[in-house]
């Protein structure tokens, strides 16, 4: 992996054909997490796996646009809780460092994946 800062995120992680690569993994380790394999029984996992590629590639500045459906809504009424959602994202960290991603943009991914997190969980705030 580059350290080039001009890079994008995504370049620096391997681009395209990596980041195919570390959904698939890290969907592997998320299926062997007795907390989080649940959340995907019954879950075409092909369609996942491409759907996470493009929501990843376009949140780290890649070159494909994110088309699913909007995050709150396929995440609502399963119960996912902010500790669900940390736990995923260190799968996905330690398949980045499994990668040789730098650990600056280990903390950028997660710093962004965070972003998210509200959406996925429920707990936007409403009041504003």
């Known amino acids: 992996m580059t350290e080039n800062s001009k ?14 690569i570390m959904v698939k993994e890290m969907y592997e380790s998320v299926l062997r997490d ?7 029984a019954n879950t075409p996992m092909e369609r996942l796996h491409h759907m996470q590629f493009q929501f ?10 994110y088309t699913g459906a909007e995050l709150t809504s396929v995440h609502a009424g399963r119960g996912i809780t902010g500790q669900h ?3 995923f994202c260190g799968h996905f960290a330690e398949t980045l460092e499994r990668h040789g991603a730098s650990p600056q ?3 950028e991914v997660l710093g962004r994946l965070a972003l998210y997190k509200d959406k996925i969980t429920g707990d936007a705030n409403v009041d504003g």
């Open 85 to 87: 959602f940390a736990k």
């Open 56 to 65: 990843l590639a376009s949140a780290l500045d890649g070159p494909a646009g």
């Open 105 to 107: 943009d280990v903390d």
């Open 34 to 40: 007795e907390e989080l394999a649940p959340f995907f």
């Open 7 to 20: 890079d994008s995120l995504f370049d620096r992680l391997g681009g395209a054909e990596s980041l195919t």
